[in-house]
């Protein structure tokens, strides 16, 4: 069965801090990793990583996925309010028999002012 | 907002109903897929259609099922409901059976009183 596992559960920072997240995983015939940000209600989407070492930015947002280690980083940069949220991370494999999504418990983020 | 329509928002209803979520993906997006949402269990993949199809199942009860139209919309049926069932249910959608990012619905809140 596919496994992902999110650190820390929760993180509360101030503006303008730098924070890293981190997502580790165990997957059958790994596909790709994705990372969405949740505030109230739908899960946005960040990124999507299927390649080694390569590094996905967007903004203050980065991430990339290691492949050899089984785990990828999502890094904010320059914290805002803004950015307070649930950080989700899903691997995509085939662990139950067919590709499907399979998501981490979340990363609690809270950047106070 | 991400192209993918739920309805209801909201729904409350007593044990031992039957209630049917509807999803209407993004335009041209061929897959669907669902979730729930539970406070202690995160997101947990449901089942997944790709152009009318099934093409994944994963953690879903035999008290419910889905299907998907011609027109790509997709429903969901819950049946005997049970207390436990209140949860949060998304919808997301992508253009292919997998490996590319999938959007999500605003969710259909369910309380099962």
């Known amino acids: 069965e596919d496994k992902v596992v999110q650190s820390p559960l929760s993180l509360v920072v101030h503006e303008g801090d730098t924070v890293t997240l981190n997502c580790s995983y165990e997957v059958t015939n790994f596909r790709s990793l994705l990372w969405y940000k949740q505030e109230k209600k739908a899960p946005t989407f960040l990124f999507m990583l299927t390649s080694s070492g390569i590094e996905k930015k967007s903004g203050r947002l980065s991430s990339i996925l290691d492949k050899k280690e089984l785990f990828s980083i999502l890094n904010i940069t320059a914290t805002q309010t803004g950015d307070s949220a649930v950080y989700l991370c899903a691997v995509e494999g085939s662990g139950a028999g067919s590709y499907q999504l399979t998501f981490g418990k979340g990363t609690k983020l809270s950047v106070i002012p | 907002d991400s192209g993918v329509t739920q309805t209801p928002k909201h729904l409350i209803t007593a044990t031992g109903q039957r209630v049917t979520l509807r999803c209407s993906p993004r335009?041209?997006?061929?897959?669907v897929y669902w979730y729930q949402q539970s406070l202690d269990q995160g997101l947990q993949f449901l089942i997944q259609y790709y152009n009318g199809e099934e093409r994944a199942k994963g953690n879903i009860l035999e008290r419910f099922s889905a299907q998907q139209f011609p027109d790509l919309h997709s429903e969901l049926n819950l049946s005997s409901l049970e207390l436990g069932d209140s949860a949060l249910y998304f919808c997301?959608?992508?253009?292919?059976?997998?490996?590319?990012?999938?959007?999500f619905g605003q969710g259909t809140r369910l309380t099962v009183v």
């Open positions: 335009s041209g997006d061929l897959s």
């Open positions: 997301a959608s992508s253009a292919t059976g997998g490996g590319t990012e999938a959007f």
